[in-house]
T-cell receptor
Framework: AAGVIQSPRHLIKEKRETATLKCYPIPRHDTVYWYQQGPGQDPQFLISFYEKMQSDKGSIPDRFSAQQFSDYHSELNMSSLELGDSALYFC????????????FGQGTRLTVV | AQKVTQAQTEISVVEKEDVTLDCVYETRDTTYYLFWYKQPPSGELVFLIRRNSFDEQNEISGRYSWNFQKSTSSFNFTITASQVVDSAVYFCALRHPIFTGNQFYFGTGTSLTVIP
């Protein structure tokens, strides 16, 4: 069965650079969530989208932005990267907003040096 | 407010021992869902179980079992006859399908090490 695809799996960037993380949800899933998991931390909610519109926002820095495209894939753009942005970034998708099912991708490990 | 507490930060057991991971949650809502995820060293989040607030039946899946008790707001997870492959970080999570944006509220995780 198709799963949530995240790319790239690993990314190394320097401070002040920009990074773009991509998430391809399971086919026919219209809801996407982004989570950030720092080293030794639990995943923290960043932002979610339903039908290409932002549906909820968590602790996402202003330096970050995200969007969901017409094919339902989502991109998380991170600018002016800081060392503290080094983390595992998860994307999850749900069949519809309000669904209790959510499937996580394998994550993108971002290292800022 | 929604909150999940996993008081055990790290647990070590010897292979074949049973181990229980505790999870206590707080919520004002009557409809909610509880989850357990496993995060092996490779980093992915592996779904283990989902339980809704109206179903207090305990569940067993192979060596895994879950004990949901609304009276104590607990959703504990037991691994029977632990194996080295069970070594991972385990997260308990709470989710509301309607309120709070449907996001997951994760506990801080319990790191389980199974010693051969």
């Amino acid at each position: 069965a198709a799963g949530v695809i995240q790319s790239p799996r690993h990314l190394i960037k320097e401070k002040r650079e920009t990074a773009t993380l991509k998430c391809y949800p399971i086919p026919r899933h219209d809801t996407v969530y982004w989570y950030q998991q720092g080293p030794g931390q639990d995943p923290q909610f960043l932002i979610s989208f339903y039908e290409k519109m932002q549906s909820d926002k968590g602790s996402i820095p202003d330096r970050f932005s995200a969007q969901q495209f017409s094919d339902y894939h989502s991109e998380l753009n991170m600018s002016s990267l800081e060392l503290g942005d080094s983390a595992l970034y998860f994307c999850a998708s749900s069949p519809r907003e309000g669904s209790t099912e959510a499937f996580f991708g394998q994550g993108t490990r971002l290292t800022v040096v | 407010a929604q909150k999940v507490t996993q008081a055990q930060t790290e647990i070590s057991v010897v292979e074949k021992e049973d181990v229980t991971l505790d999870c206590v949650y707080e919520t004002r809502d009557t409809t909610y869902y509880l989850f357990w995820y496993k995060q092996p060293p490779s980093g992915e989040l592996v779904f283990l179980i989902r339980r809704n607030s109206f179903d207090e039946q305990n569940e067993i899946s192979g060596r895994y079992s879950w004990n949901f008790q609304k009276s104590t707001s607990s959703f504990n997870f037991t691994i029977t006859a632990s194996q080295v492959v069970d070594s991972a970080v385990y997260f308990c999570a709470l989710r509301h399908p309607i309120f709070t944006g449907n996001q997951f509220y994760f506990g801080t995780g319990t790191s389980l090490t199974v010693i051969p």
